[in-house]
């Protein structure tokens, strides 16, 4: 999970240990969406903990890939995106 949590490349912060937010998994016929955050944050739920820009990532369980979604649409968006074009941020 740690790679997703920066924009830096093979960047680890061995401060924050990320993990999935289980209370926002989405199953779909695809695989699924899974949310994550600080681990510090779902513990506290203290905002001061929590990430920023961490977009949700889609898993196919066809192949077994990891797809990265976006912050500047609604997660709906990406899904719908992706299910329709194999790519979440491939537009019509």
Known sequence: MNEFGC??????NPNIKLVIDERYTEAHEFGWVFYFN???????ED???ALAGNA????????SKLIHTGTANST???VANYI?????????
């Not at 600080?38 to 506290?44: G, H, K, L």
């Not at 949700?56 to 192949?63: A, F, L, R």
């Open 7 to 12: 924009a830096l490349p093979n960047y680890v």
């Open 38 to 44: 600080s681990a510090q944050f779902i513990e506290s």
């Open 47 to 49: 905002w001061e903990h």
């Open 56 to 63: 949700p990532i889609i898993v196919d369980k066809s192949s």
């Open 76 to 78: 709906e968006y990406y």
């Open 84 to 92: 329709k074009n194999g790519d979440p941020h491939k537009r019509d």
